[in-house]
């Protein structure tokens, strides 16, 4: 027999708490992690009375947990929150058809209102014709782009006060560890945090379960019987932020404080008071947040438009001031932008008109001092 | 000589993917000189049940950090982890944590 638990002294253990080393039985875990997410809640003032809250549902084990914790400590506690569940469809066949579906029987198990936005809808491209053009890798930097912007589109549309995402301690400290492998300065500082407060077409957005232990949230969802979708995404396995993940795991088998260390570290690094950080403003074609004249999910659907789907990605700035000039560019710097070579480039028929190279319009474009001095991969 | 041991063991959160989708299987560890432990199933379990890419399953002679065991319901960590003696009719849970958002 397991030790007992150290919380109640009577049953079996049925846990060992990764942040704390402490025992639990199944009851007090439960009790525990409902009563920690409550006052995550209630300490870092996420919701007011009387919101209306997006949670966004993929159908995945954290935000299965989210929905089904913020629909009980909603009612436990007396939060007056109205909530909604808002899923994107990125168009992912054989992954987000089959998530959805597990979305749709949350749906019918809680009586929580479902929206879902979708990004033929939202963009004219679904995830699956991007990854046609642009071929194995970066899809997830379209992806992520796509989602945050898709998120705040669904939740204005549902006349949402905030959004909250399920996110936990493990993703934060990979997207930590990311931000810090990139040396990306800007994203260190806003990622690590609570959530952002919004403006400009983005939506306020929270992070109830930042603190809590993807082990724990999956033996939650386990212990409390909630059915979730578990299959890895079909372009996930070229992501970079899985070797940030398969690093962290080693580090959490070592030390499983590790995991909030770094997010503490995190959330407590200052950057020196000198140090220059792109402004925030509104894209100039969408009004949507943007450090740029154009926000990163307009310069990435004028890539793909254009039939030039790497030109969002990586540095291209003389190409880019190129097109914008309404210069033509070469077989070869064409071909450094993603377009398909002469024997190469299976595309959908429905999007071939597309494929003529820096045409129209392009003097018109806002593209004048243009720099990405960001990270070569976005992440949301 | 250790007697044969019959045993549920379990795949998911996205772990029964590497074993053609089946999450539940009935199975009865063959007699050998030392009992069966948590490391010794391991080691039965790819060489007999594990269908493709092992390596997202086992690393060295122990679970892929990310993959939750649970002994009767209880964390692994409890048990003793991979020296844990294997009882007749023990059911063992492998659950991925490495899957999906």
């Not at chain 1, 549902?158 to 492998?181: P, R, S, W, Y």
């Not at chain 1, 003529?356 to 319009?361: A, F, H, R």
């Not at chain 2, 007699?31 to 690393?59: A, G, M, T, V």
Request: aromatic share 6%.
């Amino acid at each position: 027999m397991p030790t007992s638990c150290s919380a109640c002294g009577t049953s079996p253990a049925a846990l060992r708490r990764p942040k704390t080393g402490h025992a639990l039985c199944r009851p007090c875990f439960l009790a525990a992690f409902e009563e920690e997410t409550h006052q995550a809640i209630v300490a870092g003032q996420l919701f007011q009375p009387g919101e209306t809250v997006a949670i966004g549902a993929s159908g995945g084990k954290d935000s299965t947990v989210l929905a089904h914790l913020l629909q009980l400590l909603n009612q436990r506690h007396g939060y007056g929150l109205h909530l909604v569940l808002l899923s994107v469809d990125e168009g992912i066949a054989g992954y987000r058809d089959a998530s959805l579906a597990a979305v749709r029987r949350h749906q019918c198990r809680s009586g929580l209102p479902l929206h879902v936005v979708s990004y033929r809808q939202l963009y004219g491209w679904s995830m699956d014709s991007i990854a046609r053009h642009l071929g194995p890798r970066n899809n997830c930097t379209f992806c992520g782009v796509f989602r945050r912007q898709a998120l705040d589109r669904g939740a204005l549309l549902l006349g949402a006060d905030k959004i909250a995402t399920g996110h936990n301690a493990d993703d934060m400290a990979e997207t930590v560890l990311m931000n810090f492998l990139r040396g990306d300065v800007g994203r260190l500082r806003r990622g690590a945090g609570a959530g952002s407060a919004g403006g400009e077409g983005a939506v306020p957005r929270c992070k109830p379960l930042r603190h809590a232990y993807e082990k724990e949230i999956v033996l939650y969802a386990y212990f409390q019987g909630l059915d979730y979708f578990s299959t890895e995404c079909v372009y996930a396995p070229q992501a970079y932020r899985g070797y940030a993940r398969a690093l962290l795991k080693d580090l959490e088998a070592i030390r499983p404080s590790a995991v909030a260390d770094l997010c503490h570290s995190g959330e407590r690094l200052s950057l020196r008071p000198d140090l220059r950080l792109p402004a925030r403003g509104a894209c100039q074609r969408c009004g949507y947040v943007a450090s740029q004249p154009l926000c990163k999910a307009c310069v990435l659907l004028e890539g793909l438009d254009r039939g030039l789907p790497k030109l969002g990605i990586g540095k291209h700035q003389r190409l880019r001031d190129k097109l914008r000039d309404g210069q033509p560019l070469t077989q070869e710097e064409l071909k450094r932008l993603g377009a398909p070579g002469e024997n190469e480039g299976e595309l959908p028929k429905e999007q071939e008109t597309q494929m003529e190279p820096g045409v129209k319009g392009a003097d018109k474009e806002p593209w004048g001092g243009w720099e990405l001095r960001g990270p070569r991969g976005l992440d949301f | 000589m250790a007697a044969p041991v019959s045993l549920l063991v379990e795949f998911g959160g996205g772990a029964e993917l590497l074993f053609d989708g089946i999450k539940k299987h009935q199975v009865t560890l063959p007699c050998q000189p030392e009992p069966w432990d948590i490391r010794s199933l391991l080691k039965w379990i790819k060489q007999n049940l594990l269908k493709e890419r092992p390596e997202l399953f086992i690393q060295g002679d122990t679970v892929r950090p990310g993959i939750l065991v649970l002994i009767n319901d209880a964390d692994w960590e409890l048990m003793g982890e991979l020296d844990y003696k294997l009882q007749d009719k023990d059911n063992i849970i492998f659950i991925s944590t490495l899957h999906g958002g």
